[in-house]
């Protein structure tokens, strides 16, 4: 009988589980002791100290290599306290870290040799818009005077497509300006940028070789000679070798990682739980 209420006394319940508790707590930590060992190896030594002399310019002094070691301890055993603590775990910092380096080895994985000039000249042409340069202007203008009224602005130009046309030099006529009077194989993008887009239109439409004006711009009304219209060209490989083969890998990689995914996606069948009275969705 006495043993009985001695059993259903509650202090009992709390030293048995305080003793459980101990038992268990030193089996661990013996395990611990006995399994957790960290090894910091020679390469490891070398790469801390290597980064320190990429950073100062100067190998680490002993107490700096000392200190540089301890600290990649300290980041060791606090990682593995952490991730048996169970604080890796729902951490998105954590999970976009992993991500990238996955889809860093998936990329790795499926490096090539180096391209041939056909498969890099295939590259250029399925991606023509990528390498192709826009046209190019080469063009003379003269700035008529600003502040003219608008019904004589053509009679104006047309003072000066005469005056040009019979032989007058083109820094005597129009405003003085410091924009350029000769600009030679100018991108269109660029004339756009520096003329607006108005007139780097008007200026493709004008025929070469000739002076014609009013054409506006945003420094006002000018006088336009066309010399030279270099349409839009994709230039040869040997010309932009360096910039299709950083495309072509780029490309590579991010086909790689792409592939990579869909075959690790594939092995996982994803419930979307339901929301506001929506019914579950699954995605394959």
Do not use: C
Not at 29 to 58: C, F, P
Not at 87 to 100: A, E, L, T
């Amino acid at each position: 009988m006495r043993a009985n209420r001695l059993l259903r006394e509650p202090i009992l319940h709390f030293l048995l589980i305080g003793v459980a508790l101990f038992v268990g707590y030193g089996l661990v930590s013996r395990d611990r002791s006995e399994g957790d060992r960290i090894v910091v190896s020679r390469a490891v030594v070398d790469d801390l100290a290597r980064q320190y002399r990429a950073r100062w310019n100067r190998p680490p002094a002993d107490d700096e290599l000392a200190r540089l070691v301890e600290a990649h301890v300290r980041d060791e055993v606090m990682y593995r306290e952490g991730v048996a603590l169970g604080r890796d775990r729902d951490d998105p910092v954590i999970k976009r870290r992993v991500r990238q380096k996955l889809e860093l080895m998936a990329e790795e994985a499926l490096a090539a040799d180096a391209p041939t000039d056909a498969q890099l000249a295939a590259f250029m042409e399925a991606h023509a818009d990528r390498f192709r340069r826009p046209p190019r202007l080469s063009f003379e203008q003269v700035l008529l005077e600003a502040g003219l009224p608008e019904a004589r602005i053509e009679a104006a130009a047309a003072a000066v497509v005469d005056a040009l046309g019979r032989g007058a030099d083109p820094s005597t006529q129009g405003a003085a300006t410091l924009l350029p009077g000769r600009v030679e194989g100018l991108a269109l993008d660029l004339v756009t940028r520096d003329f607006g887009a108005d007139f780097a239109q008007r200026l493709q439409a004008l025929p070469p070789g000739r002076w014609s004006g009013p054409v506006r711009s945003g420094f006002g009304v000018h006088v336009v000679r066309v010399n030279e219209l270099v349409p839009a060209e994709l230039p040869p490989l040997d010309a932009m070798r360096a910039t299709v083969l950083r495309e072509w890998e780029l490309d590579r990689r991010q086909r790689s990682a792409e592939d990579a995914y869909r075959r690790m996606r594939a092995r996982y069948a994803v419930t979307i739980e339901p929301g506001g009275g929506e019914p579950a969705r699954k995605t394959p």
